[in-house]
């Protein structure tokens, strides 16, 4: 790497992750499948710098997305792209940020979100729409041209391959197998019957697939009585 950081391989497997869903959802306080599952990779993580680093502070880059509207191309239109990006930014404790929370300080570290420091937020939103939207295929192309030494003039500290490289979701990036794991691992647990009555047992967000019937379950384990 460019700027001298190493990088480092964390591997597991398919079941590892899969016993972690009791401990994931009793730290997230959440069935949502998307927060699980990326949970489910932040509590691997945080784990692993647990347990080999001496480092307790740690930076992380949630809100980048929602600051350089990455869902433009489903909103081509640069007021609504910065007004969904204003709501997203907003919710961000609901959400993502709520979730790297919690999966980090399960091992005791602390978490700094350096792309929701308020002056940059002002900065961000002070510019023209056009500037901050995703443009020509790229999410994040503001963030990536200013460390982009072609663009910007600055030096090189992240390769082309890893600077421009596609945006994948978190659990996406990891790969799919280890997600199929959790989808196999739910077909085992919960019934098609147990699905038939999925409404009468929860009226209120009604799980649509095993897979977030298991979590539902495993939160009410934890937290009966509280939706």
């Avoid at 692993?48 to 740690?58: G, L």
């Avoid at 503001?142 to 994948?168: H, M, N, T």
Wanted: with cysteine; glycine share 4%.
């Amino acid at each position: 790497c460019c700027i001298g950081i190493p990088l480092v391989k964390i591997c597991f497997s398919p079941e590892e992750v899969c016993d972690l869903i009791d401990d994931v959802i009793y730290h997230l306080e959440s069935y949502d499948v998307d927060m699980v599952r990326a949970g489910i990779l932040d509590y691997v993580m945080s784990e692993h710098i647990k347990n080999r680093a001496h480092e307790k502070v740690i930076l992380v880059e949630e809100g980048s997305d929602e600051l350089t509207q990455k869902n433009f191309k489903q909103t081509p239109d640069y007021e609504k792209g910065y007004l969904e990006s204003v709501k997203l930014v907003k919710n961000l404790h609901r959400t993502d940020v709520l979730r790297t929370d919690r999966t980090t300080a399960a091992h005791g570290l602390e978490v700094r979100v350096p792309f929701l420091d308020k002056n940059f937020i002002e900065t961000i939103y002070s510019m023209p729409r056009k500037w901050v939207c995703a443009s020509e295929g790229n999410t994040k192309n503001l963030i990536r041209s200013a460390f982009d030494p072609k663009v910007s003039g600055c030096e090189q500290y992240l390769p082309d391959r890893i600077l421009w490289r596609q945006k994948e979701a978190f659990s996406d990036a990891v790969g799919y197998n280890w997600r199929r794991s959790l989808v196999e691992r739910a077909d085992k647990l919960i019934s098609d019957e147990t699905m038939s009555i999925a409404t009468r047992l929860y009226p209120h967000n009604t799980p649509k697939s095993k897979e977030a019937m298991l979590y539902r379950q495993v939160y009410d384990r934890w937290y009966k009585d509280v939706d």
